[in-house]
């Protein structure tokens, strides 16, 4: 079995190298902005198109996994998502900067479709914490590259930053790509703590059940304002008055706005196996209530609270702590609610549900604007969480109960019939 952790550590390696076309992303606004005199809504926009194209083609990416397998689908996530950057380095226009976003939401897209998948078909016993492990590639990937990047940035501007930087990490995940594989038929077992069901749903019959509606809609309140944050942390922090504050930490003094994102990368990455593994042990509905309610309470906080740099760091990394799970905890609940062979396509769907939550971080910038203050969009998304934690619940929790009763008495109506 020593081979499929083999297989998660490959796909952390090929997530982490895909981590900065989002995470890294706040960094550059202020600089195009400053070069281009575009407004901050336009450069926004490009991260909306990233993530819409990222998460809307997954079904059709799910479709391709299933019928040539992950090596083929990386290797292709790996060389758009070098692509990407480096298109991004000569754009000088919004059209351009549009295109990057798009090849890098394709490929960004491959790559995190395919890593999480192989990861909830590897690990049906301990799914949680395989897809924390592996989407935590993803959230906390940008950390050790954050301050080479700004500090390249500052160095030789960000043109040669996206440039040198798409090239490299688009190299690592194609050679990074040939270690992986699929699990053979009766290589791996299911779990015996958290229910999950023996029949292996399609699409089309996963999408007719309440239950994937119910999560499709909690997905999207949920992401929504972690999206928000990644997007508009440095101009939040700009707007704030806190952007540039030294802090000292534990001997360690940096900026604040560094400072918070190499800190939110890391809790963003150790929220995804932590609240996967616990999600193992107490199941994925009341680990969803604990995650969205401290994501909620972090975001009301940060508005009262964030104009302290040092409440801003902590509340910043509390945020990026409770959100970052999302991606481990509705992954998990699909493969046990839906069982994993059409598993790629399933969750693909719902994946969706973050290209829509995408829609919305353009509008965070209109809604500031609006109202002349964040508190009114950090409130609107706090809302949203704490709306989820109490669905999960109080809704989610006994529809899945009933979910795999009816499985469960289906499965046994035909084994009766087979032995009759």
Known sequence: MANRWLQIVVGVVCMVAAA?????????????QATHNWTRASIQTAFTIFVVVQTWLAPIE????????????VAVGGFFTGLSWIVDSYATSL??????????????????????NSA???????????????AGG??????????????????SGYQATFFWFGLIQGAIIIAAAFFLRAPRKGEVTGSTKVAQSRRDYTLAEAMQTPVFWLMFLMFICTVSGGLMAVAQLGVIAHDLGVKEYPI???GITMAALPFALMLDRVMNGISRPLFGF??????RESTMFIAFTLEGLGIILLGKLGHDPFWFLILSGLVFLAWGEVYSLFSATTGDTFGTKHVAKIYGVLYCAKGIAALLVPLSNLLMEATGTWNTVLYVCAAMDLTSAILAITVLKPMLKRHH??????AAARASMATA
């Open 278 to 283: 616990i999600s193992d042990h107490i199941g």
């Open 95 to 116: 059209t351009v900067l549009y295109i990057g976003s798009a090849l890098g939401g394709i490929g960004v897209g491959c790559v995190y479709a395919t890593c999480v």
């Open 248 to 250: 000292n930490f534990m």
């Open 62 to 73: 799910g479709y391709f996994i299933d019928k040539f397998g992950p090596r083929l689908i």
């Open 120 to 134: 909830l078909k590897w690990f049906p016993d301990k799914r949680g914490l395989a897809v924390g492990l592996t």
């Open 138 to 155: 993803y959230g906390a990937g940008s950390a050790v590259t954050i301050l080479p990047i700004a500090n390249m940035i500052q160095s």
């Open 20 to 32: 900065n076309i989002q995470y890294a992303w706040t960094l550059f606004v202020p600089e195009i």
């Open 405 to 410: 009763a009816r499985n469960e008495a289906e």
